[in-house]
T-cell receptor
Framework: AQSVSQHNHHVILSEAASLELGCNYS??????LFWYVQYPGQHLQLLLK??????LVKGIKGFEAEFIKSKFSFNLRKPSVQWSDTAEYFC????????????FGKGTSLLVTP | DSGVTQTPKHLITATGQRVTLRCSPR?????VYWYQQSLDQGLQFLIQ???????AKGNILERFSAQQFPDLHSELNLSSLELGDSALYFC????????????FGEGSRLTVL
């Protein structure tokens, strides 16, 4: 079945630690890949997206993600997290097999401690 | 502010009732999507409309229906409500149906008692 898997459901890091959140998908064909962030009490906001070209994508707030086609992965990274990065992070995939709707992983809850 | 407006922000109702959630997409966006977010299921895609026509269907129950009007706003109707329908319902819009990011509203929190 087509799905989006996020490996870590809850992550706790200290400020300045490095972050990597895993995301794998099982869709075939051409995919568009996204990472969204949901800060407490707020709506989802786009962090970054990959459509084509350079597989290393840079987004807002120092986040980046790498698309590895052979591994069907799109992991999110940040070299040094801040307390303000505490939020829920969602990986999402869009392709023709899904009717171009955005299909989300279950999310990873990140808590950054001072 | 994403430009997507959802009303109401909060709604409390009883089992068996019917409610309507409303969404106004960003100016110029033709595509509207509805999602349900719950603790156990995460973000579930319900249905997508493009320029008034249904484009894709996800895990939407038969008790739920939606439509997109000529002015492009959309409504999600939830009927015969059950306790398990309590969730945050998000609307999102995008410029086209096929490509592009989605812009999300702030959601409508439905509580069924």
């Amino acid at each position: 079945a087509q799905s989006v898997s996020q490996h870590n459901h809850h992550v706790i890091l200290s400020e300045a630690a490095s972050l990597e959140l895993g995301c794998n998908y099982s869709y075939g064909g051409t995919v568009n890949l996204f990472w969204y962030v949901q800060y407490p009490g707020q709506h989802l906001q786009l962090l970054l997206k990959y459509f084509s070209g350079d597989p290393l994508v840079k987004g807002i707030k120092g986040f980046e993600a790498e698309f590895i086609k052979s591994k069907f992965s799109f992991n999110l990274r940040k070299p040094s997290v801040q307390w303000s990065d505490t939020a829920e992070y969602f990986c999402a995939v869009k392709n023709s097999n899904s009717g171009y709707a955005l299909n989300f992983g279950k999310g990873t809850s990140l808590l950054v401690t001072p | 502010d994403s430009g997507v407006t959802q009303t109401p922000k909060h709604l409390i109702t009883a089992t068996g009732q019917r409610v309507t959630l409303r969404c106004s997409p960003r100016s110029g966006d033709l595509s509207v999507y509805w999602y349900q977010q719950s603790l156990d299921q995460g973000l579930q895609f319900l249905i997508q409309y493009y320029n008034g026509e249904e484009r894709a269907k996800g895990n939407i129950l038969e008790r739920f229906s939606a439509q997109q009007f000529p002015d492009l706003h959309s409504e999600l109707n939830l009927s015969s409500l059950e306790l398990g329908d309590s969730a945050l319902y998000f609307c999102a819009s995008s410029e086209t149906s096929r490509t592009g990011e989605l812009f999300f509203g702030e959601g409508s929190r439905l509580t069924v008692l």
